[in-house]
């Protein structure tokens, strides 16, 4: 059938903010779905409220609102675009959930908005337990025995029939959110509680367990002809137990006969038709009990989901590009294979290669949250790596982790206790392939490990193969080593790192003697078809095998390294800055050459590039492509630290590194270098040194006074940053945070306290400057400026300072010799101004930035990196500010505030503390935009989940440092009709001001307290600023159970003042929502060419 | 143990040996399933073939007692990247290689197979020569030069059984396999005469599902023979290499028709086709995987299906017979549009080039053995209402 012409404007939900469950692999569905229903000739109307997305990039949809995730707002965007049609199923389980409460209040009916893919009835069949279990009864599939329980002790009844251990999965959460295996009736009793109150329907499902099962996953996709095809099979190292997003992966399925294959993909046929998925994705999860093989169906998504993502990439069938077409009338017969030309979509592909996926995890940010892996998700990004054997997809997925591994083992790090070893194995946890590794090196059977882990005993020979590989010849010398021998290892997926460890010898020399052995790697397509047919999209990996598949280009080409696995510090942003380098490469005619490894992403879509290369981000496997591909230039400042890192290496190495050279990376980055830069330009710093022991770092804070901001040197994120208020936390700091070196020296600068810091982004071409924005933040210097709300234009900021803030910035870029993107951290401290730090590259701001001004500041900065001025791109006309050279995005800006909100995983470690700090912890972010800033600032908490309420009773409790400056926020509460509880010392300190609040216990003091009013939902608003950190502190267990049951909490004063603007402008008026085709169109607030004084 | 593979183009693979030693020759194909070699492995069709795999890992889950598809194994060779040296799975009674070894069967493996694929998708299905003995590649090379090649040689003399046997006695052997993508029909036995031209045991299996019984008779087994077993249907079996080389089954079949409800699948297709007087040829490089799209024309429903074959039915050869009319092509391959599916309108005969039976390879067609019960019965009623005018 041919596409629907019934249908002219189609809306998508986006899926908002990167969370731990649901990252960017959205964008990448969202943004195949934009560009493929715009090529069809529909109207996209799309609404998503994380601006660091493409698809929010004003030219992928025809109109963009960056508006709050709800119901509410939805509908206010449906009232005023009148679509024809929602498509739910790409925008993750937000997306789903959103068409859901969509439909079962009527707005869609209302509205005459038809559902595409999948209808109301099917998405509730497949995510409601009970409609589900009957589902698959009918059609003779069986799940683990479980009960519905909306309580404890419905739950308590069931394991008295079906006993210990039982999995916990609260109903319609993100991620599996709140779920777990309970052992025992105490852990039991307590999930159940959590997850029921989590549960959007107050329901958890209580099951069986199938722990250490076999698990494997298939990626189904029906069209409305109901031809169904399997896309691709997924089976998990990790056996059950461990949630799919936090196991190791692999595909195709490794252990399973034809036979059972089979089994699988009819179930999964007949789940897709049972549950009605009409056309598009789903994602199937089954489970296998390895004695007896009886199967279990687990879950199934009637969306894509992260296993498509990764299916798509796995495989080159672009699901979420197929499911848009399919959604709007056209059978998988009459969509083209891409890759094939010649061959149809309604195929299943085959591959001739192993793809293995690891999870990242971000333990080290949070000191208090648990590290066993259960059900309930906690990694933050992911890695894929592809190899012609699972030993080489291995090994190269661990070093595309970037945790200082560059393969499995042989690299001299792992040193564990014999006893730690067996306790680690049996507890799944983030570092367990390791532990694994070890134990088989240690002479521990392949039974034993089987017994310990339940990782099926193929994965575990494979393992013990590279251990055995290693140990054969470890030890011996680079010189006796032979091609054949070379390339055995190398096909092993040993990287040069490891083989020089085992060779004792270091990287270069076992790069210069593989290569003077002819041992160089070969690129395979990735071809949807093992070789079968033709492919013409060029996506490839490497493996040591007899040729090339890369034809080879005589055009000019740039190379982009992309940003690896998202973690929290480096996410989404830097690959949205990645595929925007791309873009502007191709619109100068220049050959796009991506490298990256994380498959959630568009950078890895084999549309967004010329080429893509599927491969780690270590020095080797850039380095092989660079000499496969002979690139004009390379380019590595969009990447965040990850190519970063490889900058210095690649130079010495001969590449061509465009934009700002690594030696004036290497100024900002290297604190005495900079400081005599700023000293030159009389630039202020907030005093300070560098330290590598404590007593030079006691001499430096007792110069500078305490309280001192302490770091390492080269990190992102504010990794281990700390604020230090006197000399015995140094020690501790100095002692125990961090390991430092002279070649990592720890930084030490006087805190700013109560300074308002600002974030600018800005393009320097060596002639003219171009600033994206100077971005205030809500929070006050010392909270990591990932964590901290921010403001475009600045709010509060003098225009003198705002000239300030310009004639630096511009001094700075070209002391430092910046070409392209530059990114300066100040802090403005009464008048003055001091400079934080600047990093001569993209930062994370850059796509609100982007989104905020309707410049797009990563595009530009690569075409300036590749040779065009600011001046021919036509982008300083009307934006030109009072300081020489200096033009200003925001001069063109209409009469509209935009608000960067981040967004914070506490609801996933809810054993952690929810302040904030100088360590980042945030894993993503919103926009709100609107004609003010209390709306805007109202929207963007809306967005990051935290809707501001508008009455009810708010709870304060401040620092005594506080206590005068909560009384104008709390009277502002009053006026706003709020009621006042307060901590005794804090409703003291406001009765003084003529303030009525009611006093409170403390949690020690008694009950009820102050929980108890969390737990009734009695507060809608809780203002908590942090009177000492660690599990035992009041706060902390006020702040922690304000995460679980989801009520506002504030811990900074700076918040609390802001949010009363949007409480206030809420109450007066309802929210509106418009696109941001429609700001970007405004006026510019101050006319062009008359810079204001 | 080193092995050599060479092929007639003087192309050669060192690689390890694996199974059994010694030498063998013939045409160099690959199979793109990426589950399945064990049945592949015992596939009559593959008489007369070295069968390169292209996913690269083959062996994970050893070899079980009931996926065989035939009591022995016709295949000349195996081709992989890479065995494994252990098996995993809970059904598993021996590994892969003590399989081929059992069987009679080189094995090679550290094959760069996608390099291989690549050259027989460019360069078409080849002789090929796989030695463990011979260390010289040349010579191997010479071999395979040497050797007979598949185009006019009846491979289906050596593959089919000598003695006839019946089947359908057992419960449904598909039991265990649920869910199926198909209902199978209650009781209702139909008697068929299975023409054993290399038959796969799914085929045989397939009818027993569906309620079927009968014999599986000799592919020189004749007409007359067969309709005096007065069998509701005969179903032609698949089978390996030329199809015009086998002139004594096309002969018998062409004497069936009209007579008695046929249904053909794969070789079973190519005979019958020749027997309603069209004409075969020999594909490039054949298609032989699980993920091959065929459309089938009367419904517009893509069916993913099992392949194995290297010839294919020219369509334009077959439009129409004089004795038995109007032929119609009923399936296509949606890859490179080739004939996938044919039946006669008016007579009781249709056949398929793919294997519905799969195995290995998806269940989509099953329900084809469904539509041969519903031929017979259709038949049936007709003869009947014949018999009673």
Known sequence: MPRRTDLKKILLIGSGPIVIGQACEFDYSGTQACKVLREEGYQVILINSNPATIMTDPEFADRTYIEPLTPEMVEKV???????????????????????ALSQRGVLEKHNVEMLGATAESINMAEDRSLFKEAMARIGLDLPRSANCRSANDATAFADSAGFPLVVRPSFTLGGSGGGIAYNQEELTEMVSYGVSLSPVGEALVEESVIGWKEFELEVMRDNADNVVIVCSIENFDPMGVHTGDSITVAPAQTLTDREYQRLRNAAIDVIREIGVETGGSNVQFAIDPETGRLVIIEMNPRVSRSSALASKATGFPIAKIAAKLAVGYTLDEIPNDITRKTPASFEPTIDYVVAKIPRWAFEKFSEADSTLTTKMKSVGETMAI?????????????????????????GQDDIDHNELVKMLSRPNPDRLFYVREALARGMDIAEVHRLTNIDEWFLDQLAQLVEAAQGVAGRSLADIDAVTFKELKRLGFSDIQ?????????????????????IPTYLSVDTCAAEFEAYTPYFYSSYETESEVKQSDKRKVMVLGSGPNRIGQGIEFDYCCVHASFALREEGIESIMVNCNPETVSTDYDTSDRLYFEPLVFEDVMNIIEQEDPDGVIVQFGGQTPLKLAEQLEDAGVKILGTSPDSIDLAEDRKRFGAVLDDL???????GTATTFKEAAKIASRVGYPVLVRPSYVLGGRAMEIVYNADMLEHYMKTAIDASPDRPVLIDRFLEDAIEVDVDAIYDGTHMLIGGIMEHIEEAGIHSGDSACVIPAHTISEDLKTQIRTQ??????????????????????????ILEANPRASRTVPFVSKATGVPMAKVAAKVMVGRSLEELGLLEGRMTEVEGVADATRSMGDYIAIKEAVLPFNKF??????????????????????????????????????????????????????AAIVPIAKSLRELGFSLVATRGTAKALEEAGIRAKPLKKVQEGRPNVLDLIKDKEVSLIVNTPMGRGPRSDGYQIRTAAVVYGVPSITTLSGAAQAVKGIEATIHRDFSVGCLQGYHAEPPKVPAGSPSS | MRAILALEDGTYFEGESFGASGESSGEMVFNTSMSGYQEIITDPSYAGQIVAMTYPHIGNYGVNESDNESESTAMRGLVVRELSRVYSNYRANGSLSDFLSANGIIGIQGVDTRFLTKHIRSKGAMKAYLSTTDSNPQSVIKKAQGSPGLVGVDLVNTVTKTEPYEFGKREDPFKDMAPLPDECPPGNCHDVVVMDFGAKGNIVR????????GSVVPASTTAEQILAMKPAGVMLSNGPGDPEAVTYAIDEIRKLLGKVPIFGICLGHQLLSLALGGSTFKLKFGHRGGNQPVKDLATGKIQITSQNHGFAVDPGSLAHSA???????????????????????????????YHPEASPGPHDSLFIFTQFVNLMDESAGISQLGASV
């Not at chain 1, 083989?499 to 290569?515: G, I, T």
């Not at chain 1, 009389?682 to 300070?688: C, R």
């Not at chain 1, 001094?811 to 008048?831: D, M, P, W, Y």
């Not at chain 2, 397939?206 to 019984?213: A, I, Y």
């Open chain 1, 499 to 519: 083989l020089a460890h085992l060779f004792s010898s270091s990287e270069d020399q076992v790069r210069a003697a593989r290569k003077g052995l002819g041992v």
């Open chain 1, 387 to 411: 190899g012609r054997t699972f030993k080489e997809a291995i090994q190269k997925a661990v070093r595309s982790l970037e945790i200082g591994r560059y393969g499995l083992g042989a690299d």
């Open chain 1, 910 to 963: 809810p054993e952690e503390d929810t302040t904030l700090g100088p360590e980042m912890k945030s894993t993503g972010e919103v926009m709100g935009i609107d004609t003010d800033f209390g709306h805007a600032f109202a929207k963007a908490e809306a967005s990051a989940g935290a809707s501001l309420p508008t009455s009810g009773t708010c709870f304060l409790s401040v620092t005594d440092r506080d206590k």
């Open chain 1, 78 to 100: 449906i009232e005023q675009e009148k679509p024809d049609a929602i498509l739910p199923t790409l925008g993750g389980q937000t997306g789903l959930n959103l068409a859901m």
């Open chain 2, 323 to 353: 004795a038995h009319g109007p032929i119609k092509v009923t399936h296509i391959n949606l890859n490179d549009d080739t004939v996938e599916g044919i039946a006669c309108e008016d007579i009781p005969a249709f056949s398929v080039q």
């Open chain 1, 682 to 688: 009389g630039i202020a710093q907030a005093p300070g």
């Open chain 2, 206 to 213: 397939s009818l027993e599902h569906v309620g079927c019984r």
């Open chain 1, 809 to 834: 910035t511009r001094a700075l870029a070209e002391g430092l010799g910046v070409h392209g993107l530059i990114n300066i951290q100040f802090a403005i401290k009464g008048t003055d101004l001091y």
